[in-house]
């Protein structure tokens, strides 16, 4: 990639302040056509808020932006989608009880005798969507597909309406190795075309894969920017961290099984994953493995009760139980901690700490509320062990960036002490720094004797903390590994025995 | 704690006072109050006592508005509350058992229009449009389609007598506000409903039993319902199921509105709602004291309300907040020249 002298997009000393936060600092980027320019940094560095402030989704308080060398200054995101940039947000923003086509076509509708052509719209979304390697039915609701396709669905529109800039803020984060190839080579051909590509994400693999430089912010400044041809990792990770980042444990800890807690005899609900027998111990991590759509999420959900199972059985220390709801399952001490934080896990205009101290409130009940002081105690405790980043306990949750908030979801359901914990994706969205201190956590939670079910796409860090991993695919287990099974070719080569790789 | 309430009220107090400040320059005489006969009179007097059905109304109003639903039922349970007590009394029943059998009614219709919502998931717009709908021919029903009149003094108290000088409804929809207010913030049941109000989802799996909060926000209405049904009732001295409670409903979700709770659910507060039934029987004073011909009454209710919302809508708080503010409080100064200077760049 030569960078020509002209950048296509250069901010110059951009500022944002929140009450009780400074977000950005004077920043400045430039962006070269042809570039894969990767954001880096740790949770609340402030990637988001600066894209926001380039496409005008917020309202920036000093700095300028060039395109082209002419000055622009977008009110909101339609702006400066119709200056060329092409943006997929973090929390990505589509209508969900619109069908995938009107997603993918909102605002550039086909039209013929002034009415929407429909029939062209879906002709042209399946073309689209077929270049992401998605075959699915475009006139159906979006809602009615998964997080990992309407992620692709963004990205797809974000793409076909992109002339000049493509911002893209975290958009592997729900995505498989071989949607994120095809994304790849989307972007790929977008900079041959000129296109610059922004490019935010927690995966430093994937930042050294596809991006020519990168650019580093640590508490709302800049830190550098670095071609990355000749950087090292570390190098890039202390620069983001401030720090050297100290190896999380790699060995896998030699867990201390105790007596089983919970056994499930052909557990399962129709339509959504076939039976299976699962036993859980004491002090164990049962590690989920499996493409998108196998069935790691449906598997954790029949478990929790929030897709109560329709057939099969289940024993928590020896005694029958029926789970039919996430609040039975809570009562019987098992947390979910969920895999799409937006619409499963946080409650937006609550406050951080009353988020905290949901699922522990309503467990208790309501007519024993928790005290204000003991909330804000609790609270303020997971706030310094998970190191959340943010200006008040009393800020509503959505205004924290998207790790802060995975971190707070994850304090919610510590606070319940639960005896059975199910995490979703734990680490997703969360920076390098505290994805190993998450990983230690969950080692530190198993000593402790807490039986714990990890449903990850992060096959090295799902060996490293579990101690048996069961392998999913179409919604089925197909094979459990254990001990010295374990490794990721062996995890690998099931996920694939019958190829097929479906969304 | 209070300092945040009286934030939170603050936009209410100011447009309750510029309205009763209208009320006094239409008629200088609306602050005098008189004693007669063990009881007080007033205009001011009159907006707390006219305003108790709306102002009984918007406090069960709120709670349903907080979890993203409606209640369009509570005008038409007015009337079935009305003519049940009128019933229950004109039969021999005495005024105690006429207002629990009314309650009972509203709770019955709570229940119904919570089942439908929580339970078999029917839109609440569409679901409490049943009880809208053929609440008033049950009414009707219930009087055999007269107006049914009474003379029991006990019942006619709670609408027309008055308690160390005051109206009782005036103490009926505090003591209802005050105490569904305490119960909601003194337990947890506050922020549950206002979760379920903003993702429903994250809520229940959660943990929270949005099912019975649900029903139990709705049979909150109801109950509200049937006293304001009740204290109209007992005003007329006769139940009229045609009339009682007429587009009531409308009023009601009119002041949860000018209270600033939001219509699409999550945070509330009952004390604005309450302030927004007073805002609305004000406004009414003001087109009353004013003289104008009554043709007029509704057309100006429309436009005061216009401006009312006008006021707080969003764009326009934003402008207030930003003529305020026009220089940002944490800002070096270099950054503010440069962010004026980037203004006039794009203005020219
Ligand atoms: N509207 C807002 N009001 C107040 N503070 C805010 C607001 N939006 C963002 N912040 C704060 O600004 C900081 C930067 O947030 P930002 O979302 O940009 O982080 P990020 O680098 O994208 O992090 P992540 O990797 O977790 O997504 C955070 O501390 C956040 O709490
Ligand atoms: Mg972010």
Redesign the pocket.
């Known amino acids: 990639m030569s960078t020509t002298p002209e950048p296509v997009l250069q901010a110059t000393g951009v500022s944002?302040f929140?009450?009780?936060?400074i977000?950005?600092d004077d920043v400045s980027l430039s962006l070269y056509p042809g570039e894969v320019h990767a954001l880096l940094?740790?949770?609340?560095?402030?990637?988001?808020?600066?894209?926001?402030c380039l496409t005008g989704a917020?309202k920036r308080d000093a700095g300028t932006i060039l395109l082209d060398g002419k000055e622009i200054d977008p009110r909101d995101p339609q702006g400066s989608l119709a200056l060329g940039i092409g943006t997929v947000y973090?929390e990505v923003n589509l209508l969900s009880n619109m069908t995938v086509a009107e997603n993918l076509f909102l605002g550039w509708q086909p039209m013929r005798h002034g009415m929407i052509n429909n029939r062209e719209m879906v002709k042209r979304s399946k073309e689209v969507l077929s270049g992401f390697g998605l075959d699915i039915d475009p006139s159906q609701l979006l809602s009615s597909y998964s997080i990992a396709i309407q992620q692709v669905v963004a990205i797809a529109r974000a793409v076909e309406l992109a002339g000049k800039v493509l911002i893209l803020?975290?958009p592997t984060a729900s995505l498989d190795r071989e949607e994120i190839d095809l994304l790849f080579s989307v972007v790929r051909k977008l900079t041959e075309r000129g296109l610059a590509v922004v490019f935010?994400t927690?995966f430093l693999d994937q930042v050294f894969e596809i991006s020519d430089r990168a650019t580093i912010?640590r508490n709302?400044r800049i830190v550098g920017t670095r071609e990355l041809a000749n950087a090292t990792q570390t190098e890039i990770v202390t620069m983001m961290l401030g720090r050297q980042l100290e190896e999380a444990k790699k060995e896998r800890g030699k867990a201390v099984i105790g007596e089983t807690i919970l056994e499930l005899k052909n557990y399962g609900r129709r339509g959504t994953i076939e039976p299976f027998d699962m036993i859980l111990h004491k002090g164990e991590v049962i590690g989920l493995a499996g493409l998108l759509g196998s069935g790691r999420s449906e598997t954790a959900g029949v478990i929790f009760g929030s897709t109560p199972a329709d057939q099969g059985t289940a024993t928590l220390n020896g005694e029958a139980i029926k789970i039919d709801s996430p609040r039975s399952s809570i009562h019987l001490g098992f947390g979910l901690c969920p895999e799409d934080r937006k619409t499963d896990g946080i409650v937006g205009d609550l406050s951080v700490r009353e988020n905290i101290i949901l699922s522990l409130q309503a467990r208790r009940g309501w007519t024993r509320p928790i005290s204000r002081a003991k909330a804000e105690k609790i609270a303020e405790d997971y706030v310094k062990k998970l190191d959340i980043?943010?200006?008040s306990l009393d800020?509503p949750i959505r205004?924290?960036?998207?790790?802060?908030?995975?971190k707070a979801l994850l304090a919610r359901w510590l606070a319940t002490e639960p005896d059975i914990l199910i995490l979703d994706e734990p680490t997703r969205?969360?920076?390098v720094g505290a994805h190993a201190e998450i990983i230690e956590l969950i080692q530190t939670l198993r000593e402790q004797g807490m039986a714990l079910i990890v449903a990850s796409s992060e096959l090295e860090e799902l060996i490293t903390y579990s101690s048996r991993i069961v392998v999913l695919r179409d919604r089925r287990q197909v094979k459990e590994l254990q001990g010295d099974e374990i490794s990721i070719g062996a995890i690998v080569r099931s996920i694939a025995e019958e190829g097929g790789a479906q969304l | 704690m209070m300092g945040g309430t009286l934030r939170r009220i603050a936009p209410q107090l100011i447009i309750l006072g510029v309205v009763i400040l209208l009320n006094f320059i239409v008629f200088p005489g609306f602050f005098s109050i008189e004693f007669q006969n063990g009881r007080l009179f007033g205009n001011i007097i009159d907006v707390l006592n006219r305003g108790a059905p709306v102002a009984l109304l918007a406090t069960g109003m709120t709670l349903v508005i907080a979890t993203k639903g409606i209640d369009l039922s509570v005008g038409a349970v007015m009337a079935i509350a009305g003519a049940v007590a009128a019933s229950v009394v004109t039969a021999g029943g005495g005024w105690f058992l006429a207002l629990l059998a009314a309650l009972a009614a509203g709770l019955a219709c709570g229940s119904w229009n919570g089942i439908l919502v929580a339970v078999f998931r029917v839109q609440p717009i569409v679901a409490t449009l049943v009880l809208m709908v053929a609440g008033r021919g049950i009414g009707q029903l219930i009087t055999e389609g007269k107006i049914m009149t009474f003379n029991d003094p006990g019942l006619i108290h709670l609408g027309a007598g008055t308690i160390l000088g005051l109206p009782t409804p005036v103490y009926i929809w505090v003591i209802m506000g005050g105490l569904i207010t305490y119960v909601v913030r003194r337990t947890a049941l506050g922020m549950l409903i206002e979760s379920i109000g903003i993702n429903e989802t994250s809520s229940r799996l959660a943990g929270i039993n949005s099912r019975v909060l649900l029903v139990a926000v709705y049979l909150v209405t109801g109950f509200c319902a049937a006293l304001a049904g009740v204290v109209v009732a007992a005003d007329i001295k006769g139940a009229d199921a045609n009339n009682a409670g007429l587009w009531m409903e409308l009023d009601a979700i009119l002041a949860v509105v000018i209270g600033g709770n939001s219509l699409l659910g999550g945070r509330f507060s009952i004390i604005a709602s309450l302030l927004g039934a007073l805002i609305i029987q004000s406004v009414n004073s003001v087109i009353l004291l004013s003289g104008m011909p009554p043709e007029f009454n509704l057309v100006i209710k429309a436009l005061l309300i216009i401006v009312i919302l006008f006021i707080q809508s969003p764009a326009v708080q934003h402008a207030i907040y930003l003529f305020r503010a026009s220089t940002p409080p944490h800002a070096p100064n270099e950054n503010g020249a440069k962010n004026n200077q980037t203004a006039k760049e794009s203005l020219s």
């Open positions: 944002k929140f009450p009780g936060a977000a950005l940094g740790e949770n609340g560095a402030g990637k988001s808020t600066l894209i926001k917020y973090q803020d975290e935010i927690h912010l709302g980043r943010l200006a800020m205004l924290l960036s998207g790790g802060n908030q995975q969205g969360i920076d």
